[in-house]
């Protein structure tokens, strides 16, 4: 699992471009999560699943959140328009 801070407005061609370039890492299965700010970036409390659950405190902060599974292709990146607590994402597949 990788933390990145950004911008509020960023623009989603180059968050997918990262996500793509990033997946090149040696595990199974990828996580890349953005915050918007880098005093908020935190790890979940359970590492085993990277799902934050009911971290209502870390998921104010999430603004983008990646995963990709090299097992079987799934590859979904969900960009949030306020944060994901307290918005739907709109999701791409890079």
Not at 19 to 29: A, D, F, G, Y
Not at 53 to 74: D, Q
């Amino acid at each position: 699992m990788e933390l990145y801070t950004g911008a509020r407005v960023f623009d989603p061609n180059t968050l997918s471009n990262l996500c793509i370039e990033r997946r090149n890492v040696p595990q199974n299965t990828f996580f890349l999560v953005v915050f918007d700010s880098a005093e908020t970036a935190q790890f979940p409390s359970n590492p085993f699943s990277a799902f934050y659950g009911l971290e209502a405190n870390a998921l104010r902060h999430i603004i983008a959140a990646y995963t990709y599974n090299r097992g079987n292709g799934f590859s979904e990146l969900n960009i949030y328009r306020a944060n994901a607590l307290e918005s739907p994402s709109t999701t791409l597949h890079p």
